[in-house]
């Protein structure tokens, strides 16, 4: 499924943050959960990136605020190795590894 706002719009949000062009490469199912609740569910536009540390970068927007005006995030994946192949989540804390796999850096636009 893909974002709302339309792949353009993610990618200029990714060159917005990043200063990277990018590539789309996939739709990621979402299901992320905190004792047993959940905490967003969604979708997230997986994308190729030229980055020192990284070749994804995981988007996505959303509703904020009245007529419609979205928020979007874009979130480089840096794993362990120093290339980010999976995870895809973020969390609220925006530093934390998910799983062990993904160390997130978290802008918003």
Known sequence: MKDAAGT????DAIRHL??????????VAV???HEGETVWAGH??????????????????HES???GRRRFHAVLGVGAGG?????GQDGCDGGREA???????RHRW
């Open 65 to 67: 605020g009245p007529g």
């Open 18 to 27: 990043h200063g990277l062009e990018s590539t789309w490469l996939e739709s």
């Open 31 to 33: 299901h992320e959960e």
């Open 83 to 87: 290339l980010g192949r999976d995870g």
């Open 99 to 105: 799983g062990g796999e993904l160390a997130a850096i």
């Open 44 to 61: 997230m536009q997986v994308f190729d990136v030229d980055h020192p540390q990284t070749r994804r970068c995981y988007a996505w927007s």
């Open 8 to 11: 353009p719009a993610l990618q």
